[in-house]
């Protein structure tokens, strides 16, 4: 009898299956990037969107640490504990809300106090997604996912014009599971609400109870692109080497989940920083400022100078200006502002800067090709121009500067030197939308209204937001 059962545990215990991976720990950090003091305005969906995710996430039995407008400092400290509190096998699961950045064929995630002015910017004080999935992959863990919702216009792009839009395809250890908000090297705006389309569908398939994690992003995906009339597809890719669900084994539908009452209305705002606080529980979230004197400037081709004292309140304007005044030959800071002038519409303030920053290096290429973008916008054309054309002769097939000249030529009529300029810097990168688009209004100028088209629906394809970017440099 003894022996007889014996053999049977043993052979229960032969069949059994392997404990599946929702037995492991399971942790998460979750972060949500609204406010870059770079950006015009916070954005809306970062902050909301965390905590939706991370409501969902401890439901889920995550044990889930959340971050909010968190600094580089804050963010590896985030990283840091995340990485002490893996044991092997674990799952780890890593979200994040915000600006993200392609340098190098690397996506970056970017703290709210980077200060990026030009591509080695990126990697000092980015966080590099695959560095990160490879040291929690060294960790032990068994299944690793993130999910990255930062295929946004960013605020930095125009300090440094050869980088690529969008975020890359990541090289990740076996085991990983990485879903972006949208395609490769693609751009989306924000739907202008409280949440983002990605996480309203993402929430609705993590709560179907045993999907395999592939399928709930697989049908994420689909659910995006038929909402978005398929502006928006979300990048996935999979070395999963075990199954994962994020409710799993219920054999049923998970009971539902109670939601607490919605709150009273809340009382007249009172005078001062304490109207409109968000939901208790969740740090106190500043009102946003009142628009700048900025951002009712008349069109641009009527601008004028404008005294400093507009912007006074920028901190990084107020940091730079700072420096200047201990040092007014620090050409390093006079390039820097006036990248933020510019970036901010005050285009006669930037040149002043650009013109002060080239007096100090009269080779500075970048400077060159920056004052010809500015004075484009304003109208400069003849001024522009030898500004571009120095560029490239100090640096020939210079991509951003023939992206500048394309525009230079494109304002000025002169259609088929904005052609060859653009078709110039497409051959160097065929993903850079601002040449294509321009391309494409350059064509329809020109007559070939059918390839000009072809063109300008693939640049919107790529960027939601090239046609206003165009308007604002007075194309049309």
Not at 25 to 49: C, F, H, M
Not at 292 to 297: A, N
Request: with cysteine; charged share 25%; hydrophobic share 35%.
């Amino acid at each position: 009898m003894r022996l007889r059962l014996a053999l049977l545990v043993t052979l229960i215990l032969s069949v059994a299956p392997v404990v599946p991976s929702f037995a492991a720990e399971r942790i998460a950090l979750v972060i949500g990037n609204a406010k870059y003091p770079d950006a015009e305005t916070s954005l809306k969906e970062p902050i909301n969107d965390a905590h939706d995710i991370a409501d969902e996430l401890k439901r889920d039995g995550f044990n889930v640490e959340v971050g909010e407008n968190l600094t580089g400092d804050a963010m590896r400290k985030a990283f840091d504990r995340l990485y002490g509190r893996i044991k092997p096998g674990s799952v780890v699961l890593v979200f994040f809300s915000g600006y993200g950045v392609q340098s190098t064929r690397q996506s970056y995630m970017i703290p709210i106090d980077a200060q990026i002015w030009t591509e080695s910017d990126v990697r000092r004080d980015g966080f590099s997604l695959e560095s990160i999935l490879g040291e929690i992959n060294s960790r032990g863990a068994g299944v690793k996912i993130a999910l990255i919702d930062a295929s946004r216009r960013n605020p930095f792009e125009r300090r440094f014009r050869s980088f690529s839009a969008g975020l890359a395809p990541v090289i990740a250890p076996n085991g990983t599971l990485v879903m972006y908000s949208a395609a490769l090297s693609s751009v989306i705006s924000d739907n202008g609400g409280d949440h983002s389309l990605f996480v309203q569908e993402l929430l609705k398939e993590i709560r179907v109870p045993d999907l395999m994690a592939e399928e709930t992003l697989n049908k994420t995906r689909v659910g995006v692109t038929r909402a978005s009339r398929s502006e928006q597809v979300p990048w996935i890719s999979s070395s999963l080497a075990e199954d994962f669900s994020f409710i799993p084994g219920t054999g049923g539908p998970r009971p539902p989940v109670v939601q607490p009452p919605p709150p009273p209305p809340p009382p007249p705002p009172a005078p001062g920083p304490v109207a409109g606080l968000p939901d208790p529980g969740f740090p106190p979230i500043p009102p946003p400022k009142p628009p700048s004197p900025i951002e009712i400037l008349p069109p641009i081709e009527k601008q004028t100078d404008r005294n400093d004292g507009s912007l006074a309140d920028d901190p990084t304007i107020k940091s730079l200006t700072a420096k200047l005044a201990a040092n007014p030959d620090d050409q390093s800071a006079l390039y820097r502002r006036g990248q933020v002038y510019a970036s901010k519409g005050a285009y006669s303030l930037a040149i002043r800067d650009f013109d002060d920053s080239i007096r100090l290096n009269p080779k500075d290429v970048e400077a060159y090709n920056n004052r010809c973008w500015a004075r484009t916008v304003v109208g400069d054309l003849q001024a522009a121009l030898k500004d571009c054309n120095e560029a490239l002769r100090l640096r020939p097939n210079f991509v951003d500067a023939l992206d500048s000249r394309g525009l230079v030529n494109l304002k000025s009529g002169q259609t088929k030197n904005a052609i060859a300029d653009f078709d110039a810097a497409l051959r160097i990168n065929p993903r850079l939308t601002s040449s294509l688009y321009g391309r494409g209004i350059a064509k329809q100028r020109n007559g070939s209204i059918s390839e000009g088209e072809l063109d300008i629906s693939n640049a919107k394809a790529m960027d939601p937001n090239i046609v206003k970017e165009f308007s604002s440099y007075g194309v049309n």
